[in-house]
């Protein structure tokens, strides 16, 4: 079974810059996740869809953060503009079950964003 | 907002030494979630808890989940470099009635083990 694809692996911008980043998750899975890992902090959630529908993104700064998965299955996650405080590895992750189940979610191997 | 505390931040032993990491929760969790992360790598799911009290067991790995439902342990015994890593808690919550919840990490155990 394919895992979850991410790519890029790595982006370096300048802030103020915009960039974005593609999530393909496993084949079935209606759920996909994209959090935020800051180094040495636990990953945090930004947004949560269920299918192509937004069911959590309360943590998502939206002034700047974008995000959508219009065909319920790939998403893209968008920073406009950067600031240097984004600097962190986007995690993509997908799982059959919004509880976990006997499989958890499944992660990416996530974006490296260096905003210079 | 849900926060979920795990301590020690680092831990450091020698290996066949045994490990403990402690996770507790501010609110009563649906479900407690375990994930490995090694360094340069991203987090890979190791188990779920789900009913008050329950243990399980991964050959050298056990996890705990407590009678309250608001804290767990991981202990790993005689560690192996093979385990050198992070280890987070994740504690689901979906107390609220609605049809989906949210997992929230804690900030992680970083173990390194010498040989």
């Known amino acids: 079974e394919a895992g979850v694809a991410q790519s890029p692996r790595y982006k370096i911008i300048e802030k103020r810059q915009s960039v974005a980043f593609w999530c393909n998750p496993i084949?079935?899975?209606?759920?996909l996740y994209w959090y935020q890992q800051i180094l040495g902090q636990g990953p945090k959630l930004l947004i949560q869809?269920?299918?192509?529908?937004?069911?959590?993104d309360s943590q998502l700064p939206k002034d700047r953060f974008s995000a959508e998965r219009l065909k319920g299955v790939d998403s893209t996650l968008k920073i406009q503009p950067a600031k240097l405080e984004d600097s962190a590895v986007y995690l993509c992750?997908?799982?059959?079950?919004?509880?976990?189940?006997?499989?958890?979610?499944?992660f990416g191997s996530g974006t490296r964003l260096t905003v210079v | 907002g849900q926060q979920v505390m795990q301590i020690p931040q680092y831990q450091h032993v020698q290996e066949g030494e045994d490990f403990t990491t402690y996770c507790n929760s501010s609110t009563t969790l649906s479900n407690i979630q375990w994930y490995k992360q090694r360094p340069g790598g991203h987090p890979v799911f190791l188990i779920q808890l789900v009913k008050s009290g329950e243990v399980k067991k991964q050959k050298r790995l056990t996890f705990q989940f407590g009678e309250a439902k608001k804290n767990s342990s991981l202990h790993i015994t005689a560690t192996q470099t093979t385990d050198v890593g992070t280890y987070f808690c994740a504690g689901f919550n979906n107390a609220g009635g609605t049809s989906y919840g949210k997992l929230t990490f804690g900030q992680g155990t970083i173990l390194t083990v010498h040989p």
């Open positions: 869809f269920q299918n192509n529908g937004v069911v959590d």
């Open positions: 084949s079935g899975h209606a759920t």
């Open positions: 992750a997908s799982s059959l079950k919004n509880s976990g189940g006997s499989y958890g979610y499944t």
